[in-house]
């Protein structure tokens, strides 16, 4: 719903429900209909300037001499537009997500943080993970299994290897996006059938073919760079690294996996380098993933006087002991710093919650968050509301006043939430006798908002009295 809101408002040139659907609703800015079309294409469609680079200036992506920004520079409705993305610095949407999974998987290439294996192709050099690389590709993990076996310096002189399009091919894999000059595309599709990754192969031959067509129908446009990038509900990146987290997994907390798509570990070597021990149970991990999407487990292992450490018996990896933690709840980090993802019931959404926030893991709280909202109800609503405050998570925050607004008239007779807007007008500081409450205000903007039928008007008139009347009777005018 909240995706095709942000299309139609593009449409419209409504910058400020868009400014609501990506900042309070976390919609992505960057998504796909089903004809392809991303929210910045119908701005510049519609003519909609303001709109157009707020969007920019918020992760839309448009570089120049791709499928995507020629479409957009095409379409453009005026030459101001035009000028526009041809002027401004883009801002990756890396920067904007919230998460930053991708950014950290792009610095993970990019910065090889804890890497164990360099590649070096015609004398270039290309620093990686063997984790990553086996989750992601089954012919890497052969390799590395066997003819690279214990090798830190894999040296490939072959004449059909190219190095560009072997980092593309890196980036793919650490991404499952990839960026390369048409020159080279040919080069990616040798690599893509050497190292059986058909699906990029397939992704390869189809955008091809679109920017073919695009290009011969469009006279004037010229595609320089070719760019593969998923669609943000793609699993395939994620699925491949919870893998990783699969292998990590104590034996005594496998039971309820299943079938692994291989026998993990013995028949996959994830090349663990670092071990956390929690109640006695032992996950064996990687630290270029912990330290990356975590500022306290990289203070926790770039610490040189580090407390409870020891080597671990198998395999003499550094052990860490972490306190205050159950093998559950240690799991659902796990699976989240790996994949962005885990499976969180409601009922074990407030303790990872307050895991998350000790870990200094955002967009883990956000999940939880989402988790939360399948909870709200009249008796829970304000309890909820209550946690979004203290944890500062603005979506859920946003999404229990909307759930108070079609409930008010309920709610103002319960002393709970009578108490909430007490402590709400008690917070403004030095209030005045016409301040306005926050809690208040924003149960009166989604009253407001649902009225889009003149049947609908008497109804909400009838909340906003409810309301009123109950700030009159506890004493508050505002």
């Known amino acids: 719903m909240d995706t095709s809101d942000l299309f139609a408002s593009c449409r419209k040139g409504d910058v400020g429900r868009v400014r609501y659907l990506l900042e309070q609703r976390d919609v992505e800015v960057n998504v796909r209909d089903k004809w392809d079309s991303t929210p910045l294409y119908y701005a510049c469609l519609c003519g909609h300037e303001e709109l157009v680079l707020y969007l920019l200036a918020n992760g839309a992506r448009c570089e120049a001499n791709t499928f995507d920004g020629e479409r957009c520079l095409y379409g453009a409705l005026s030459d101001p537009i035009r000028r526009a993305l041809r002027d401004y610095k883009q801002v990756t949407a890396s920067c904007r997500r919230r998460d930053y999974y991708d950014d950290f998987l792009q610095r993970l290439l990019e910065q ?30 052969n ?24 980092g593309a091919l890196l980036q793919y894999l650490y991404t499952g996006r990839l960026d390369v000059g048409v020159e080279h595309v040919s080069d990616c599709e040798r690599l893509a059938k050497q190292c059986q990754l058909w699906d990029l192969l397939s992704d390869l031959e189809t955008k091809c073919e679109k920017v073919s067509e695009f290009v011969a129908s469009k006279p004037g446009t010229c595609v320089k760079v070719l760019t593969i990038e998923p669609p943000p509900a793609d699993p395939r990146l994620r699925e491949d690294m919870a893998l990783l987290a699969d292998c990590a997994l ?74 205050g933690i159950s093998p559950d709840i240690f799991t659902h980090v796990l699976y989240y710093i790996y994949s962005d993802h885990t499976e969180l019931p409601p009922e074990a959404a407030y303790d990872v919650l ?54 008010i008239e309920k709610l103002v007779e319960r002393e709970d939430f009578v108490e909430a807007v007490r402590e709400e007008a008690a917070a ?16 009166r903007f989604h009253v407001a908002s649902t009225v889009q039928t003149y049947s609908a008007i008497e109804e909400a008139q009838q909340r906003l009295r409810a309301l009123e009347d109950l700030l009159v009777s506890i004493g508050l005018d505002c």
């Not at 390799?143 to 190219?162: A, E």
């Not at 956390?276 to 064996?284: I, K, N, P, T």
């Open 250 to 323: 104590p034996p005594e907390l496998r039971g309820d996996l299943g079938e692994l798509p291989f026998p993990c570990p013995d028949g996959f070597n994830s090349c663990p380098d670092v071990c956390f021990r929690v109640e006695g149970c032992s996950f064996l991990c990687h630290k270029a993933f912990f330290c990356g999407r975590s500022d306290y487990f990289r203070a926790l292992l770039d610490d040189h006087f580090r407390e409870n450490e020891e080597l671990e018996a198998s395999g003499g990896l550094l052990a860490i002991t972490l306190h």
């Open 112 to 141: 090889g943080i804890h890497s164990d294996v360099v590649f070096v192709v015609h004398g270039k050099p290309f620093r990686a993970h063997r984790c990553v690389l086996g989750a992601r590709s089954a012919y890497f993990a």
């Open 143 to 166: 390799m590395l299994d066997t003819k690279w076996k214990g090798k830190n310096v894999v040296v490939l002189r072959h004449p059909l290897i190219n190095p560009v399009a072997f």
């Open 354 to 407: 307050s895991v998350a926030d000790m870990y200094l893991l955002p967009g883990l709280k956000r999940l939880c968050g989402r988790s939360l909202a399948q909870l709200l109800d009249e008796d829970s609503v304000v309890g909820v509301w209550r946690v979004a405050k203290l944890f500062r998570l603005v979506r859920l925050e946003d999404q229990c006043t909307e759930y108070m607004a079609k409930v």
């Open 428 to 443: 403004v500081a030095a209030r005045q006798e016409t301040d306005s409450i926050p809690l208040v205000d924003d149960i």
